[in-house]
């Protein structure tokens, strides 16, 4: 009998997914339908494909969620991730298994036992970071372990970026997902750690001057921040005594320093909002947060004010338009909405563009009294600004795991994250099919 498919949300990320769940669907034997906001949008993107309806869906209102997911088979949270829980909840209680990219909230988490009594499986964290990382990391740690390698050190870094044909601008860095969680990255709480044994903690304010350098063969030169929460993959890895648990995420060499230009100057809070937002210019706008002195201008406030900021940081906030005499036309705006409009209009992929998304991992262990190393790196390159590495990076496992959910390969049930092999070795394996595989390198007899 035809399974139904419901997914909840057609944006960006839901590109590549939808071509994948689509051409799968006749052999399969699917029906989707598609439940999105602006519905143009959604039926845009199932081109009238006879196996896929389109229809408007509010998300937020109760009874058009239980209506759409009590008659679907399989239900794919595409949303936002705030309103994964609201998904997840009904799912639970009509006894519908249930898929998200998202990372696994508290409030997810305390829904495992009710999921496990319903019988419903809810698996999260199974896009690109989360999901990709994920499974690659646990591949090649169970391996050393098989091995009887002991873990001593873990690190982990993935980015979105530019592809280098399509890389125009002197930050070498376009947007491929949500340009406000690019503008918000690293706020709420300080990044946690755990680097040669000790536990490390860095605060907001200095996240971007603690980077890393990473070199990637055959790709350049890139540095790494801390992500918000390394500490809990110890448990989640099963890596509670590795002496460096490190995951963060990846720029281009340079973007972090003049990025903290605007963490210095406040330009990235969202807490509150500027009076009269609409009729300031960019150049005042930035102009509010350095100190009142009539005898310099703005340009040189930045420089004698902020801490390691020089010349080519200035270029590039000026290559960006904060300096402009235009107005920002934005009301009632906080600080960090006045940034992501104006980066949004300068740092957008143009019509037939291309990102790029890398993932690099090190692994450093120990085997037979040696130490050693494994490096393992994934370049992946966007078709164009539609069908962009981001979209198939996220979609293509969420699709693939949609697929063996309705053929009944797992046995599993609960809140989960897709570390088992049952899970990642034929996620990764079709990943492969699509051109989205790893290279990796062992190194002998290093100390990491």
Not at 96 to 110: G, L, R
Not at 181 to 188: D, E, H, M, P
Not at 278 to 283: G, V
Not at 340 to 345: D, I, R, S, T
């Amino acid at each position: 009998m035809s399974k139904k498919i419901l997914v909840i949300g057609a944006g960006r990320s839901s590109t590549s997914l939808l071509r994948y769940l689509l051409g799968n669907a006749e052999k399969e034997d699917w029906t989707l339908r598609v439940g999105e906001q602006d519905v143009a949008m959604a039926e845009k993107k199932v081109k009238g494909n006879d196996r896929a309806e389109a229809f408007a869906f509010n998300a937020l209102d109760e009874r058009e969620r239980e209506s759409a997911i009590k008659n679907a088979d399989l239900i794919i949270s595409m949303l936002p991730a705030r309103f994964h829980t609201l998904v997840a909840k009904d799912c639970i209680r009509l006894k519908k298994n249930v898929i998200t990219p998202s990372y696994v909230s508290p409030e997810m988490k305390a829904m495992h036992q009710d999921a496990v009594d319903a019988g419903v499986l809810i698996m999260n964290e199974i896009g690109v970071d989360p999901g990709i990382d994920h499974m690659s990391a646990m591949k090649i740690i169970h391996q050393i372990e098989r091995e009887g390698g002991e873990m001593k050190r873990f690190e982990s870094f993935t980015g979105g970026l530019v592809a280098p044909e399509s890389d125009d601008n002197p930050w070498n860095y376009k947007f491929s997902w949500n340009p406000r969680n690019v503008v918000l990255a690293g706020q709420g709480g300080s990044a946690k750690f755990i680097e040669e044994g000790k536990y490390k903690y860095v605060p907001y304010h200095r996240l971007f001057e603690r980077t890393r350098p990473i070199s990637i063969e055959g790709h350049g030169e890139f540095e790494g921040y801390a992500n918000r929460d390394s500490l809990s993959y110890r448990s989640i890895y099963g890596l509670e005594n590795v002496l460096t648990l490190f995951r963060g995420t990846l720029r281009k060499k340079g973007f972090s320093r003049s990025w903290n230009a605007f963490v210095q100057l406040g330009m990235t809070d969202d807490s509150y909002k500027i009076k009269n937002s609409e009729d300031l210019t960019w150049r005042q706008f930035v102009n509010l947060f350095l100190p009142f002195d009539e005898t310099l201008t703005v340009e040189e406030k930045v420089l004698r004010y902020l801490d390691d900021i020089d010349e080519s940081d200035l270029s590039k906030i000026e290559w960006l338009g904060f300096l402009d005499e235009e107005k920002t036309g934005l009301a009632d705006a906080s600080p960090a909405q006045l940034m992501q409009k104006k980066m949004e209009e300068r740092m957008s992929l143009k019509s037939g563009e291309k990102d790029m998304i890398v993932m690099w991992h090190r692994f450093n262990y120990e085997q037979n009294g040696e130490e050693r190393e494994i490096h393992s790196s994934l370049v992946a390159i966007g078709e164009d600004d539609n069908f962009t590495a981001m979209s198939e990076t996220v979609g293509l496992p969420v699709g693939i795991c949609a697929k063996l959910m309705l053929r009944g390969e797992f046995d599993l049930k609960g809140v989960v994250q897709p570390i088992m092999p049952e899970v990642y070795e034929p996620v990764l394996k079709e990943l492969e099919d699509h051109g989205i595989r790893f290279e990796e390198r062992e190194i002998k007899g290093t100390n990491a």
